[in-house]
């Protein structure tokens, strides 16, 4: 329920990035351009990534290759 409750609350990519504690993701996901953010959003929301693709004008492989290359991104600096 509170995990519920938290997700509601963050309805902007900003709002993602001002919930962030942890300084070394937070300097990294600014490094990240808008759109992933987006989709990084909307996945939290709980969008499938078929419904995403049309809402960030991507196609759906194009999603999983932004998530993927976030994925690796995130890994090397945390």
Known sequence: ???KEQSSEIKTVTD???E???ENLYQAL???DRRTLQ???LKMQGYSTKEIAPLV???TGAIYARLD???KKLQKIL
């Open 30 to 32: 600014l490094t990240v």
């Open 69 to 71: 290359h976030l994925r």
């Open 16 to 18: 993602l990035l001002d």
């Open 39 to 41: 989709i990084v959003l």
């Open 20 to 22: 962030i504690e942890d």
């Open 1 to 3: 329920m509170a995990d």
């Open 57 to 59: 004008h991507l196609t």
